[in-house]
Structures are given as structure tokens and as C-alpha cells.
């Protein structure tokens, strides 16, 4: 047996230490699944052993859960063609080994007491592996977390999870644990019901064992004869669970994630009936979920890709590491005080510079009030917090730079002021040292031109509010060397955040992206629809917020700004352009700006909250669809989700991007792309296929206009029957 050692003790309990080799946490592979079911047999057909207690030979906990990477791959199995009717996917799903829910019933059902120690996490598939031992005994650590986070990725527990944890803990419990991916502490676990016994670190074991003894006949309780489960769907509470989970449910997802509904249906289902029928019921649903394109596109955007690019997957080869160790932020305002308080939390010395010293200090004081926060609710000590802010110099001298390893420039998006600055500040740099600009907008070639090395370069692009936001796109210049990239990365890798590479172009890529979503938008409102219906429609298909609520927090002012410039290099008069003209009327004449200025498209409270449509808004637009049938909706939801993609699309046709893990985990962390959907290019590769995209754009085309009409990169790719991750996943083709 590769993953699992067995020492049988004096009294005959087998201790099976969990020890995956050459790996730092225990995760359920195919190969693990394997030694199970010989483990299961051992323990139920060899006389010698009288019991069992389950422990893990690793410092890092007990068990992760399956391993998505290895689910990943298989599920590009077969020359990277999917298995194409529902029943392939089934059996293909069948195949690749995930007979977990079988072998774990297999060790519940062996006849002998089997008990387990957990003196770390145990997480998903590690999780269901305890709850299928007759006895739970946790390390007194509350540290440790104990879940099934399974929905977190489009899947549901499906190795007896759904089944065994109501069953233990009560229908609506379990329900929302499931649900909602929470993770508990041993000591809640063991107030719910679903661990034991709580034993001091480092003796689980022998208290496993004791408990083990002392219990020669243990069975699980659901197999004791007359078993019923408690709040199952006819008592009163678990009826409020059926109707009210399901309204909850669809409030909250809006139908877009499979994986919730069908715990719902799993759980409603499996409680009323024995245990191996509910298993079987179980396995149905998981099959299914674990096959929809959403399950597979969030596995793959939302744990594989983020985990390789959080470990510096796009990382140009071939470089030392580079350690970051003091940078300086050029400008202290809302952007260069979030990037100051992440350096400074990940132990970086930080000079602010800003024009004066208030200036600075006010940028310095963002990070204090984050920290009193944060000290104020238990999250950070006070020790920590002043250290954390006595690595913040505010100050206006320049000659502070000198040692730095890093500049980021975050100063007014006006670029004879950034030549300016990039100057000063190169005056003190090192060498080998990096300047990062955090420009929107600006090309990041153009902005080189005032640097003395602009091989060194690079834009570094934050989102707001810094400290929240999880992304950082890198922008190369034309003169960016990939030396200059790699060590761009390992910035933002220390600082704890996700980097994704992009080409210099007007906007770069998650700005010029994101930009069509809310531009489709005021298409439909000069179509006529009414606000409403594109607002709601908007969130329904998995976006954060409305397009007019998007536009309203960018600024009305900035999007009539873009309009005009726009214009400006085709040679238009923007007035004439009807979008171009609503927007001029409503900033222009109007004064609404947005939200900064508390009133645009939308109403807004003294909170900062949106109460209404501007009802004046209606003076102009004549509203002619006041109702939303489901075709209705089906098509808006198409025209938003296309729109998006094929700007992604064209990306890649012109370089701009080049790796679809970059451009799928950009999606969903820079401006929300509908996350169950794993980001544009699964959208496009795991919910249509070339082929039928192209198809069904050229359509929208005809009838909508040519902003959808597909590249050539497309349709070529269509012809092929190429998918994105197969053209260009390089390195990850085998997991397209
Ligand atoms: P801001 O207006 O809040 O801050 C700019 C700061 O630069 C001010 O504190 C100003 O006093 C300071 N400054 C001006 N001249 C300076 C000089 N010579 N030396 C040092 N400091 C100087 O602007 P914000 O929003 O922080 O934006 C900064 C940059 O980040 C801009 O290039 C912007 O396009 C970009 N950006 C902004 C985002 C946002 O959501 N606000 C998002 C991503 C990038």
C-alpha cells in the first residue's frame, strides 16, 4: 500500500496511519481510493485485528479532501475530447475512481469498531472519511477546521457527506454547512454533534483506541434497526428546511450554481430513506453536478489555475528569486495608501512619498484606522499593529528611496506628472531595482519612455480597495524583460496577492474587458428596456452589480471622458453618437457624476446605497419593454456574457493576453465574470465549444450589431474544434 501504514497493537487495534508520499497534505487520489477498499478488507477479513483508529502520519492535518488537480486532469482525459452525451459523462465520471462513497461504507459496515484521531484539518473527502468511522476524536485545538467545502467549487460532498452529516448534526444544520462551505472548529463540531470527544493535542490517538476497545460492537447509529432520522422533510422544522432552503437557495444564486440545488434535492431525498439507498442517491447527484460545466470551469479557475498562479505558474523561468524587502509608493492617495498597508502586512518596509507631508501621513492614517479595526476585533494584536505601522515612513523626500528594490507609482492619472515623478524617483533607484506604474489607463510603453531603463518597466495594477481585492494584472511594456516580469511576480506574490500577465494596449485587458459589460447595458437602454430589466438581468447572469450600477461606481464622468477620447481618435463629433449624447446630458447638464457625487443613473441614500432608478431618466428614454419573459432573459443574459467573452477573444488575437489560466482567473477576480461559469474562456470552451459560440455570436451579430460578430481567431479555432485551453494552455493542455 502506497498511502497508508497499518501497525496492529498488542490488542489488536490497527493503527492506519494516512501518509501520502512526497507530499506536504494528504489528499484523496485515485490511488488512495484504491488502498482503502484494501485496508476495508483487511480490517473486516483478518481475525487478528479487533478494530481501528484512522490517524495522519503528516504535520499538516489530517486529510484536504480529494485532489482536485488529479479531478481536473481526468476530466481532460481521453485526447482532451469531453465524453459528449450525458451518459458518457456519467460513466466516464464512473471510471476515473470515485468509488469513495462505496469503500467508506465498506469500513463503516466492516463489523469491528473504527474510530479516528484528527489532530488537524480534514477537510471535504478527509471529513467524510470521519464521519464513516463509528467514533470522532478531535485534537482541543480551535484552530483546526473541519468542513466540506465542496460547493465552494460547483461540487457537493458526494462520499456519503450529504448523507452522514444530517444524520449526525440535524437537516438544517447540515444543510447550511453544505451549503455555504463553513468550516468549524473541533469544539463546535463536537457541539454539533459530529465529532465525540475532544482530547489534548498529541494523545487522539490512545483516546481512539481506548474508545475502540471499550467498543467491540460499535455500528454506525443509522444501522441500528428502527433508525429514523430526526427532522427529516414531514416534521415541522424539516418541512420549513424544504421550502425555505429552496427560496434561499434561489435568491441567493439565482439558479446559477447546480452544485446548490442538488445538495438540497440530496439531502431532501437521501433522509428519507436508509442509509445505501440515500449513499446511492448521493452518488446520483454528485455525478451529475461533478459533470456540469460549471463544476468542472470552477475546479479548474477557482482551485487549479488560482493555486498555480498563486505559486507563480506564469513566472518567466530562469530567474533568482527575487526578495522584496523595501519599496516606495510614489503618491499616498486612496490607491498608494491600500498599496502601502498590503506591503507593510507582509513585513515589506514602505516609503510614502506624497507632495506634502499631511499628504503622506493622511495616506499612513488608512492604514491605522484598518488596523484599529482589526485590533478591535480580535483579528490582529496590538503588538502586531504597530508593527505593521512603524514600516510605513510617510514623508515627501525622495532621497528615502535609495535601497529600495521596488517603486510603485500610484500619483494623478496625468502622465507628464508621472514623467515627472518616474524621474525623481530613478535618481535614487538601484540599478537592478523595479519601477512599477499603477496606472488605469495609460499605455505602460508610453509612460517608459520616461524611465532610463525602461527594460526594468513594468505596469503593476492594483484593484481598489487594495487590501480586498485579490488581483494584480502585470503589464509588459514593449522594452519589459521577462527578468523585470519575474520579479514583478514575486512582489505580488509576497504581498499575498494573484498575478496575471497582460500585453500593453488602451486598457489592457480587465479594463477594456469589463468596459463592454456596462456599455451593453446603455445599448439596451437606448433599445428601450426598462432599467430595471437590465439591472436585475445583469445580476441574475452572475454579475456583481448592474451595468448602470457598475457605471455609476467608475464615475458617469469618466465613462463620458473614455466617450470623447473614443471619438475623439475616430474623428467623430461624440455628440452625435445618441450613447455619447445621453451621457452628456445626464453629466453635463445634469451634474450626476455617479455615486461619488451621490446621484447618477441611480438615486442614493445618506449610506451611499442606491434607493432607485433616477426617475428623470425616463424624460430621455422612452421605455418600451416593461416585462421580462424567460426568452427575454435568456437572450439579455447571452448579450452581456458574449460581449465580454469575445472582447477576451480578441485579446488573445492580439496578443494582449496570452495564457487562458490569466485570463479565466482575471475575469473573475478583477471584475466578478459570472464566477460559476470559471471565468470568460471556460464561459466559451466548457459551455459552448467553439463551434457552436461562433454560431450562435454571429447570430447576436445579425440582429444586435457587429460589436459581437466573432474574430477570425474564433471561427478558426471553430473550424478546428479547438478549444482555448487546447490552443493556448501550453503547459496546461493536458488539463483543458
Ligand atoms: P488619488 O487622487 O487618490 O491620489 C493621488 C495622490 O498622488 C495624491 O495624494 C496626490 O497628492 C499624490 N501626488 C500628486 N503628485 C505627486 C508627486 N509629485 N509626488 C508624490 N505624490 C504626488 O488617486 P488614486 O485613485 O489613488 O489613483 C492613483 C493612480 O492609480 C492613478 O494613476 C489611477 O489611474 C490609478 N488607479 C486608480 C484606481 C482607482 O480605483 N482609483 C484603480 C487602479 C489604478
Redesign the pocket.
Known amino acids: 500500500m502506497e498511502n497508508f501504514k497499518i501497525d496492529v497493537d498488542s490488542d489488536g487495534i490497527a493503527l492506519i496511519t494516512f501518509d501520502v508520499p512526497g507530499r506536504s497534505m494528504n489528499t484523496i487520489t485515485a490511488s488512495v481510493v484504491r488502498d482503502l477498499y484494501e485496508i476495508a478488507n483487511k480490517i473486516k477479513t483478518d481475525a487478528a485485528i479487533k478494530g481501528a483508529v484512522f490517524a495522519s502520519g503528516k504535520e499538516s492535518g489530517f486529510c484536504a479532501g480529494a485532489d482536485l488537480g488529479e479531478m481536473n486532469e481526468r476530466g481532460a482525459a481521453a485526447g482532451g475530447k469531453e465524453p459528449k452525451t450525458e451518459d458518457e459523462k456519467l460513466k466516464a465520471q464512473f471510471e476515473r475512481g470515485f468509488g469513495l462513497n462505496k469503500v467508506y461504507r465498506e469500513l463503516e459496515t466492516c463489523g469491528k469498531p473504527v474510530a479516528v484521531a484528527i489532530e488537524g484539518l480534514a477537510l471535504g473527502g478527509g471529513l467524510e472519511l470521519c464521519l464513516a468511522t463509528h467514533y470522532r476524536v478531535a485534537a482541543d485545538n480551535p484552530k483546526i477546521k473541519l468542513g466540506l467545502p465542496e460547493s465552494k467549487v460547483g461540487l457537493l460532498p458526494g462520499a456519503g457527506g450529504t448523507q452522514r452529516l444530517p444524520r449526525l448534526i440535524g437537516v438544517q444544520n447540515a444543510a447550511m454547512m453544505i451549503l455555504q462551505g463553513q468550516d468549524k472548529s473541533p469544539q463546535e463540531a463536537k457541539g454539533l454533534g459530529f465529532v465525540n470527544e475532544l482530547a489534548p493535542a498529541g494523545q487522539t490517538i490512545a483516546a481512539a483506541k481506548a474508545w475502540v476497545k471499550a467498543n467491540p460492537k460499535a455500528v454506525a447509529p443509522w444501522d441500528v434497526k428502527g433508525y429514523k432520522v430526526k427532522d427529516g422533510p414531514y416534521t415541522p422544522g424539516g418541512a420549513m428546511m424544504s421550502v425555505g432552503g429552496n427560496a434561499m437557495v434561489s435568491k441567493q444564486t439565482n439558479l446559477n450554481y447546480p452544485a446548490q440545488r442538488n445538495i438540497l434535492s440530496c439531502i431532501y431525498e437521501g433522509v428519507q430513506v436508509p442509509i445505501d439507498a440515500a449513499l446511492r442517491i448521493e452518488s446520483r447527484y454528485f455525478l451529475k453536478t461533478a459533470a456540469t460545466p460549471q463544476a468542472r470551469g470552477m475546479i479548474r479557475s477557482l482551485f487549479v489555475s488560482m493555486q498555480a498562479l498563486g505559486k507563480g505558474g506564469n513566472r518567466p523561468e530562469g530567474f533568482a528569486p527575487y526578495n522584496v524587502k523595501k519599496v516606495a509608493v510614489?503618491?499616498?492617495?486612496?490607491?498608494?495608501?491600500g498599496i502601502a498597508y498590503v506591503q507593510a502586512k507582509a513585513g515589506i518596509e514602505t516609503i510614502l512619498?506624497?507632495?506634502?507631508q499631511e499628504?503622506a501621513e493622511?495616506?499612513k492614517a488608512y492604514s491605522k484606522r484598518i488596523v484599529d479595526k482589526d485590533i478591535s476585533r480580535g483579528k490582529t494584536t496590538k503588538e502586531k499593529g504597530d508593527e505593521l505601522l512603524a514600516r510605513i515612513t510617510p514623508s515627501?523626500d525622495y532621497s528615502l528611496i535609495s535601497g529600495a528594490d521596488l517603486v510603485v507609482?500610484?500619483?494623478?492619472?496625468n502622465p507628464a506628472?508621472?514623467a515627472?515623478?518616474t524621474k525623481?524617483a530613478e535618481a535614487y533607484l538601484a540599478a537592478t531595482a523595479v519601477f512599477g506604474?499603477?496606472?488605469?489607463?495609460?499605455p505602460i510603453t508610453g509612460l517608459a519612455e520616461a524611465s532610463v531603463r525602461p527594460k526594468n518597466f513594468i505596469g503593476i495594477?492594483?484593484?481598489?480597495p487594495v487590501e480586498r481585492m485579490g488581483l494584480v494584472e502585470l503589464i509588459r511594456g514593449k522594452q519589459t524583460t521577462d527578468e523585470t516580469v519575474a520579479k514583478a511576480i514575486d512582489y505580488v506574490l509576497k504581498i499575498r496577492k494573484t498575478p496575471i500577465i497582460v500585453n500593453d494596449h488602451r486598457g489592457f485587458y480587465t479594463s477594456r474587458c469589463f468596459g463592454t459589460y456596462p456599455q451593453e447595458g446603455i445599448e439596451m437602454l437606448m433599445e428601450g428596456i426598462a432599467p430595471a430589466i437590465i439591472e436585475n438581468v445583469g445580476r441574475q447572469c452572475g454579475m456583481p452589480m448592474g451595468p448602470l450600477e457598475v457605471s455609476d461606481s467608475v464615475g458617469l464622468d469618466t465613462a463620458l471622458k473614455i466617450g470623447k477620447t473614443n471619438a475623439e481618435l475616430n474623428q467623430q463629433d461624440y455628440k452625435k453618437d445618441p450613447r455619447a449624447a445621453l451621457l452628456s446630458w445626464i453629466v453635463e447638464d445634469k451634474g450626476r457624476v455617479g455615486r461619488k457625487g451621490g446621484k447618477g443613473y441611480y438615486e442614493y441614500g445618506e449610506d451611499g446605497k442606491p434607493t432607485r432608478i433616477w426617475p428623470e431618466l425616463s424624460q430621455k428614454i422612452e421605455v418600451k419593454v416593461k416585462e421580462c419573459p424567460p426568452e427575454l432573459k435568456a437572450e439579455l443574459t447571452k448579450r452581456y456574457l458574449f460581449r465580454q467573452c469575445i472582447e477576451v477573444a480578441r485579446c488573445f488575437e492580439e496578443g494582449v493576453i496570452t495564457d487562458p489560466r490569466d485570463a479565466d482567473v482575471g475575469s473573475i477576480l478583477a471584475w466578478g465574470f459570472a464566477p460559476y461559469s470559471g471565468g470568460c474562456v471556460s464561459y466559451i470552451d466548457l459551455f459552448w465549444g467553439t463551434a457552436k459560440f461562433v454560431e450562435e455570436a454571429d447570430r447576436l451579430a445579425e440582429r444586435y450589431g457587429e460589436r459581437f460578430r466573432p474574430n477570425k481567431l474564433l471561427r478558426d479555432m471553430a473550424a478546428k474544434g479547438e478549444s482555448f485551453y487546447e490552443r493556448f494552455g501550453g503547459k496546461q493542455k493536458a488539463a483543458a
Open positions: 510614489l503618491g499616498a492617495g486612496l490607491m498608494g495608501a512619498l506624497d507632495v506634502s499628504s493622511k495616506g515627501t507609482e500610484a500619483v494623478f492619472e506628472l508621472k515627472e515623478v525623481k506604474s499603477n496606472t488605469s489607463t495609460l495594477h492594483f484593484f481598489s
